[in-house]
């Protein structure tokens, strides 16, 4: 899992950039990059490696201006280089993802032989390169995400910038997670609303299908089909404590010794605190009915998951 982040406000956007990344260390990444729009147009930088990398590329190329985008990757398609590294770019469209396009081939293909060129291995590309395609047949760049959107098979979430929606991040999502941070004189998008702990004062959590246009001006959402969506804002979380490796060496061993307070945390939802008694929902079906049980998961998820199989068998 990669991690996204994206601001529009009126502050230098590629420190808070940097910053809001670096909170989404713990999803793990073996790259990163930013686009930031600036007077000469959207620039990028990118690095291998860790966030100290990226940081170091920054300060050594500065690129200064109020909106942008960045992004932390995890490789699924094409080794882990500064080509394949996000943000990725054609003609005037900067755009991060986190998942995988699952028809990218086949796209990379049609787009190739309208006479696309290509500068990454990646499954990403073909998105930035469709919305391109998209713009130059005439579309503007809101209906040009969308028809791109419209092509894709797979997972991802996505935040991009489109020349000639200058002070607007585009977002979607469809099987990652992004949320919207809003703040006054700053929206914000990320993976995670750790990334956006003291930058927004609420936070939009997107659903499945959603995409949008945001900008200081505006949060204009819609569904999978196109239609409006309304989406409530909550509290954003005060607290980063949990993106913090406190004063443990690494996240594994405070996950370790978090787990007493993780299961406390989880078991303490059902306790009635009067009597001690744990109150357990009643199953939607009865057990003895269940014929059939999948876990899925990724990492160390996958070995909890190996555990409770054992459990449940
Ligand atoms: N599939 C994309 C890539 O390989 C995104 C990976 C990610 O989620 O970081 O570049």
Redesign the pocket.
Known sequence: ???IAGFVGTADIAPKLIRALKTLEYRG??SAGIAVRTDAGTQRRRAVGKLAALDKVVADAPISGTCGIG????????PATEP???P?TAHGVALV?????ENYSALKTELADAGARFE?????EVVAQLIAQNIAAGQVPRAAFASALDRLKGAF?FAALIDGAEGSIFVARRG?PLVIGISDGQISTASDTLALVGEADEVIYLEDGDWGEISLKNIALFGPNGEPVSRNAQPAPRSAAAADKGPYRHFMLKEIYEQPDALAHTIGHYLNPGSGALVLPDLPIAANDIRRIVLVACGTAAYAGMVAKYWLE
């Open positions: 899992m990669c991690g990444y073996d992004h932390t990757r995890w490789a699924t398609h094409g394949n590294a996000h990725h993802h986190n998942g995988i396009i990454s291995d990646t499954d990403t979430a990652s």
